[in-house]
């Protein structure tokens, strides 16, 4: 007889981030302890901890001085996949549909090849009432 | 973070972390440290949980440091999932890279 995988509700974490680099972190530490709590493999914690670092240190670097509001990064994990929601009210800034590594001696201009070649889903909505960065990835042995 | 000068070569060790939070002053205080006479920096990674774009950007600004002086850095030790991001953004390529 072959088992049924089970299936739960997913668990979700929501957090607000002060619209600075120094608050990120703390940030991502949070979710990596909220998603090893829900069993994500060592592998799934630190890819999704840098995406998130880079999506919201992209949000605060794109914040001029009157956007400068809280984050919202909602984490949503179920039994499949993990996903991460990162809202800013910036005027955000154009995603390109697919991110290439900028010349080797640049110091800049890696977070998004980074956040695209770790995750399986990435995209960025923009709109007048707030931008969202969604991010998904699948959990190995996910059913 | 340790800095120790030996001869020609800055070695910088107990680096924890590395990202937007702390790159510039990392960089800041690491080219400080390299003065007018040193042109080797060698960076002790075994300690390192975690590197961002940011980090890579203040690494690759002390690599050009270096090279306009004719010498280079070396990262030491980097842990697999700093390892991993530095072969995913082909910065193995421009660093050496050394493993006990």
Redesign the interface.
């Known amino acids: 007889m072959t088992e049924k995988p089970v299936r739960s509700s997913p668990a979700i974490l929501r957090l607000s981030v002060p619209c600075d680099?120094?608050q990120?972190?703390t940030v991502a530490q949070a979710t990596h302890d909220f998603l090893a709590g829900h069993g994500c493999t060592?592998q799934e914690l630190?890819d999704c901890?840098?995406t998130l670092?880079?999506g919201c240190?992209n949000a605060?670097?794109h914040a001029r001085t009157s956007e400068k509001t809280p984050i919202i990064v909602e984490v949503v994990c179920s039994n499949s996949e993990i996903e991460l929601r990162i809202t800013d009210n910036t005027s955000g800034f154009d995603w390109p549909e697919k991110a290439m590594?900028p010349k080797?001696?640049?110091?800049?201009?890696?977070?998004v090849?980074?956040i695209q070649?770790?995750v399986d889903y990435a995209n960025y909505f923009r709109s007048k009432s707030g931008n969202i960065l969604l991010l998904r990835k699948k959990r190995k042995g996910g059913v | 973070m340790k800095m120790e000068i030996h001869g020609d070569t800055l070695k910088i060790s107990e680096v924890k972390e590395l990202g937007a939070a702390n790159a510039n002053a990392f960089r800041d205080v690491a080219r400080e440290a390299m003065g007018d006479e040193r042109k080797n920096v060698e960076i002790d990674l075994s300690r390192a949980t975690f590197i961002d774009s940011c980090g890579l950007g203040a690494l690759i600004a002390l690599h050009k440091t270096a090279c306009a002086r004719q010498g280079n850095v070396k990262l030491l030790n980097p842990p697999p999932p700093v390892q991993q991001i530095l072969e995913l953004t082909r910065m193995h390529r421009i660093f050496e890279i050394v493993k006990a």
């Open positions: 680099l120094k990120v972190r060592e630190a901890e840098l670092v880079e240190n605060i670097e590594l080797g001696e640049s110091e800049k201009g890696r977070g090849f980074l070649s770790l």
